[in-house]
Structure formats: structure tokens, C-alpha cells
């Protein structure tokens, strides 16, 4: 069984940054790709991106990399704003990156961003 663990999360203000990071693991952890989601209070859960798709939100704000091991994606932010505020997931599934939550059947458990004005 494959487990993502995310990390990185808390309480900043807006202008500055936090890096979060996902780590899979599980015999069958490489055959599965990672993406960044996140879901704000009230909100339906919207795809951020992976390593080479960005969702038009966080273009120019965030970059997502991924270590040289391929088992850790990593979500930089910068300059954050109050609107980034929410739980950050990460999700994998076999196969091609998809933006539909629905296409993605392993899940973290999230980390909390909060950031105040």
C-alpha cells in the first residue's frame, strides 16, 4: 500500500513563504505519480499542480519540484496571500496527471496554511 505524508504547514503572514513536502512510500511507491491539491474553507478541492503542470492560480508564486529520489514533491510558496489560506494535500495515482480529484485513489492527510493579513 502506498502513503503519502505531507509536511511543511502552520501559521505565517501574507508576503511571506513555506515550502511543503510529500513523501511516498509503499513497495509500489515509484509506480505512482504525485500531484498538489488544496482545498480552502468552504471550498471544493482544486489541483495546484505537479513538476511540470501548474494550475493558473499559483503560476509565478509557486514553484513544485521533487527530490533527485523521485519519492518527495516539494510546494514552494512565496509571497503568500490571506486567499492561500486551506489544506494542502498531496495525491498519487498510477499513470498520467490528472486535474480531477476523482482520478486519484491515495491521498495524504493534509497540512494546514494559514495565513493572516
Known amino acids: 500500500q502506498v502513503q503519502l505524508v505531507e509536511s511543511g504547514g502552520g501559521l505565517v503572514q501574507a508576503g511571506d513563504s513555506l515550502r511543503l513536502s510529500c513523501t511516498k512510500s509503499?513497495?509500489?511507491?515509484?509506480?505512482?505519480?504525485m500531484a498538489w491539491f488544496r482545498q480552502a474553507p468552504g471550498k471544493e478541492r482544486e489541483f495546484l499542480g505537479n513538476?511540470?503542470w501548474y494550475a493558473d492560480s499559483i503560476k509565478g508564486r509557486f514553484t513544485i519540484s521533487r527530490s533527485s529520489a523521485k519519492n518527495t514533491l516539494y510546494l514552494q510558496m512565496n509571497n503568500l496571500k490571506v486567499e492561500d489560506t486551506g489544506v494542502y494535500f498531496c495525491?498519487?495515482?498510477?499513470?498520467?496527471?490528472?486535474?480531477?480529484?476523482?482520478?486519484?485513489?491515495?491521498w495524504g492527510q493534509g497540512t494546514q496554511v494559514t495565513v493572516s493579513s
Open positions: 495525491a498519487a495515482r498510477r499513470g498520467l496527471v490528472y486535474s480531477d480529484t476523482r482520478r486519484y485513489d491515495i
Open positions: 509503499g513497495r509500489t511507491a515509484s509506480d505512482y505519480t
Open positions: 513538476i511540470v
